[in-house]
């Protein structure tokens, strides 16, 4: 039987992205319409139940003044089965 690979999936940190908001005084759909994604999403982003691509990983840390990945983000492991 051949074995698979784990695997990682990228989640926001929702406290360090609610954080970011806060600081610069901007709402949740503010933050959507600034890294063109729709509110909904970006719900589903923060609440964890998606996980987002590599280009709007770059929008949101554009978008929050962050340039380092381990502010907003974490690698979740996964193992496929």
């Known amino acids: 039987m051949k074995r698979r690979r784990p695997y990682a999936r990228v989640k926001l ?5 609610w954080e970011q908001i806060n600081r610069r005084n901007l709402s ?15 719900s589903q982003l923060i609440g964890g ?7 709007v990983r770059r929008r949101l840390q554009s978008a929050l ?7 907003l983000f974490v690698l979740e492991r996964c193992d496929e089965n």
């Open 49 to 55: 139940r998606r996980s987002p691509s590599a280009k």
């Open 13 to 17: 940190k929702p406290d360090a992205v």
């Open 28 to 42: 949740q759909n503010e933050l959507a319409r600034l890294t063109n994604v729709s509110p909904g999403y970006l």
């Open 65 to 71: 003044d962050t340039p380092n990945f381990d502010c």
